[in-house]
């Protein structure tokens, strides 16, 4: 039957689209062309039936899989998948957002948006100075244009054994017409993004800046950071890093992050076999900028319903109590005034800690012939002796005449002109303020430092010389990582889960141009090696 000279009015063209019955004005109304017509819109009509969300998906429907602007496609490199943005859904997308495209199976595709085009629904030239005139008082008319949304496969959800959602590469095409919706279950979204359901709390997943929201308690999808990866090593033993720019909020993170560290039900063993049993972590925070010290106060202003929310889905927060500040002592320097209510104790670095880390002394670039020459001076001093070592003493004796001249012409060791520059670059205030002041060893207290379950905070900015800082910097550095690395480590050290966090990292590891850079990110590669 051909209908090809044949023309219908509009309002039988719409009958026809809506499914109801019309008569055609230009052809016979008897009962065999009737039936020949039912025929021709019973195959028109037959087809595939598309997956549809359910009927109360509400405004999570977005819009439709289509293949007008490019041919639907997935390819192991590159996908292209497009969908129409119906106009009442085009300020609830943006580039990020998280959507799912239903397959006739009851899997889904797990899609991100990653790019958002509008095109003329009517094709014509507005790239011209009346159109920019004329329209620029005029409020936008939706129905003129179409935002095509470009979609990122990155999964297929399927239900892998009963009710468990599992993840797959995306190894099949949706059909055309299929309606994507937003994310709106933890569940999904978690399993598409592959990230942990439970761990310590990170913060919150968002897009764009802002929380995504989902239709079950507690609305928003929590990120976590998998306290056990598969050869059941914490996570948080490895090397990892707080990144942004200035005034973007990572002492706020990390604040927020050390507090799931201290809750009560975060422990870990030790590598001993010996030693059974698990123990909360000790988080030792360097803190340059006196930034973390607020950590064991409460925040009065938490509004109560917040506050439920997180006692809810066991987030910890407010100060932590087990807080303690560890300041050192530097030579004339103003004393550290404390800005927290957590007790005080000041220390010293004793000088004999250079014993088995000549690399404190290399305060500037050092050639070879200079490195072999402090070397060798500081192992004779440290074997002359048998103790009562001091940064003094060790001047005194690389300054004394009858030892330069050993060193120098007796036995012609050490060039004279390479000996006078070691003693330059190590006869200096910056040591001599930092070793061996008016109070205790750092050694003396390690009992007091790493304590399971506490927050030992180490503020430098009240000191004010930088290089004296960095010192003392490298010297904590050294001493947790030395110990937890050695057979014969500080058994206080060694015996309890550390976290150690370094404020302003970069200033010591992004660099490592000096002796003493790459020294101490030497020793922290070698700890990452060994978990």
């Known amino acids: 039957m051909d209908h090809t000279n044949e023309e219908y009015s509009e309002d039988e063209i719409l009958a026809f689209a809506q499914g109801d019955d019309f008569v055609s004005a230009n052809k016979p109304n008897n009962d065999t062309q009737d039936q020949e017509d039912d025929i021709a819109t019973d195959m028109f009509m037959q087809g595939t039936q598309v997956p549809k969300q359910v009927s109360n998906s509400g405004s999570s429907s977005l819009g439709t899989l289509v293949t007008g602007p490019e041919n639907l496609r997935i390819t192991e490199n590159e996908s292209v998948v497009i969908i129409y943005v119906r106009a009442e859904n085009r300020d609830n997308i943006k580039i990020g957002s998280y959507l799912v495209v239903p397959y006739p199976n009851n899997e889904k595709m797990f899609a991100r948006v990653k790019e958002l085009t509008y095109m003329q629904k009517y094709p014509s030239d507005d790239a011209n100075e009346l159109h920019s005139i004329r329209v620029e008082n005029t409020t936008l008319d939706e129905e003129e244009f179409k935002l095509l949304a470009y979609l990122e496969p990155l999964c297929i959800l399927y239900n892998e054994t009963g009710t468990k959602l599992a ?4 190894d099949k095409i949706p ?39 989902t239709t079950t308690y507690p609305y928003n999808v929590s990120y976590y950071l998998q306290n056990n990866d598969p050869t059941r090593e914490p996570l948080i033993f490895r090397h ?18 050390i507090r799931q560290f201290i809750s009560d039900n975060v422990r870990y063993s030790i590598r001993d076999p010996a030693i059974k049993g698990e123990f909360q972590p000790c988080v030792v925070i360097l ?22 929310q997180m006692n809810t889905v066991k987030i910890e927060h407010g100060g932590v109590p087990k807080t303690k500040t560890f300041t050192a002592k530097i030579g004339n320097d103003r004393s550290y005034s404390p800005t927290t209510s957590a007790s005080n104790k000041e220390f010293t670095v004793p000088f004999e800690i250079v014993r088995s880390n000549h690399w404190l002394l290399h305060g500037a670039e050092m050639n070879e012939n200079q490195i072999y020459g402090l070397e060798r001076l500081i192992n004779d ?14 001047i005194d004796f690389v300054t004394d005449i009858d030892n330069k001249k050993e060193y120098t012409e007796d036995t012609n060791i050490i060039h004279e002109a390479t000996y006078d520059s070691i003693v330059r670059r190590i006869d200096n205030n910056h040591y001599r303020n930092v070793f061996d002041q008016g109070a205790d060893k750092i050694t003396d207290i390690l009992d007091q430092i790493f304590v399971p379950g506490q927050v030992s905070l180490f503020p430098t900015e009240y000191i004010s010389s930088t290089k004296s800082r ?27 889960p550390i976290i150690l966090t370094l404020d302003e990292a970069h200033r010591y590891l992004s660099n490592a141009r000096s002796i003493q850079a790459r020294a101490i990110v030497g020793k922290f590669t070698d700890a990452a090696r060994q978990g």
């Open 381 to 394: 001093y440290f074997n002359s002796k048998q103790g009562n070592y001091s940064y003094n003493d060790f």
């Open 175 to 213: 059909k055309p017409n299929t309606v994507a919706t937003h994310v709106k279950d933890i569940d999904s979204i978690q399993t598409g993004l592959n990230i942990p359901n439970e761990g310590i709390f990170l913060g919150y997943v968002s897009v764009g800046g802002e929380m995504i929201e």
């Open 470 to 496: 960095d010192i003392l910097i490298l010297t904590l550095m050294t001493l947790i990582v030395d110990n937890k690395l050695k057979n014969n480590g500080e058994k206080v050290i060694k015996d309890t």
């Open 240 to 257: 990892a890093l707080i990144c942004g720019s200035t005034g973007t909020g990572k002492t706020f993170v990390g604040k927020n992050i």
């Open 167 to 170: 993840r797959r590469l995306v």
């Open 287 to 308: 803190d340059p900028q006196d930034e973390y010290s607020q950590i064991k106060e409460d925040n009065p202003e938490m509004p109560q319903d917040y506050v439920d």
